[in-house]
């Protein structure tokens, strides 16, 4: 098996890899049975040309999607304010809940530019209209009723990676650390990475 990625750092890379549909069509010389992808709107177009399956592996949760990417919000016929932001779509699952300055942060994410003059939401909503399936790192136990959502917006089959686990690292612990560590109970310390660039 041979993994081709193309380039999603920023806005600009967004803008070249959109570029790249004609080299992708030499692709086809490998005969693959599914494509997946990210944020490349045009690739599940040109697989399809090419009798291949395509599959939005999306770095968005389903619950985050489900609540603002829906069909029903026609996001690509209509800017949505703020106060429309924070209610819910008819049969979304319940749980989610927008504070004022959270809504607002979304509804100037749903106009800014990612590159090739089309926003993340378009960018995403396009993605996911036109793939074969939908695919998340979740679980059904985590995130199903969102999943399910997604499934029903957009008739497409979601399939569930689960949580992806590194490999054990194979160097040791600093001593500082590893002295600090235990202080701890077992299982009682987590850690929490956020990728501030992703937006």
């Not at 890899?17 to 693959?32: I, N, Q």
């Not at 494509?35 to 697989?47: K, Y």
């Not at 399910?148 to 089959?157: M, P, R, T, V």
Request: aromatic content about 8%.
């Amino acid at each position: 098996m041979r993994f081709v990625r193309a380039p999603s750092e920023d806005s600009q890379s967004r803008r070249g890899c959109d570029s790249r549909a004609v080299d992708v069509v030499s692709l086809c010389d490998l005969r693959p049975h599914m494509v997946f992808f990210d944020f490349t709107r045009w690739l599940s177009s040109l697989a399809c040309g090419l009798g291949v399956k395509s599959l939005h592996y999306c770095i968005i949760s389903p619950s985050a999607l489900g609540y603002l990417i829906s069909p029903a919000r026609k996001l690509d016929e209509i800017r949505l304010t703020a106060a429309e932001l924070m209610v819910p779509r008819t049969n979304f699952p319940p749980c989610i809940k927008l504070h004022a300055h959270e809504a607002c942060g979304l509804a100037a994410a749903t106009v800014k530019e990612y590159g090739s003059a089309m926003t993340l939401m378009e960018r995403t909503l396009a993605s996911m209209r036109e793939c074969d399936a939908l695919g998340f790192k979740t679980r059904r136990e985590i995130e199903g009723p969102y999943c399910d959502h997604l499934e029903n917006q957009f008739q497409k089959k979601v399939t569930l990676a689960g949580p992806v686990v590194p490999e054990v690292p194979s160097s040791s612990l600093k001593e500082t650390w590893a002295g600090w560590l235990e202080n701890f109970e077992l299982k009682l310390l987590f850690s929490v990475h956020l990728e501030v660039n992703a937006f």
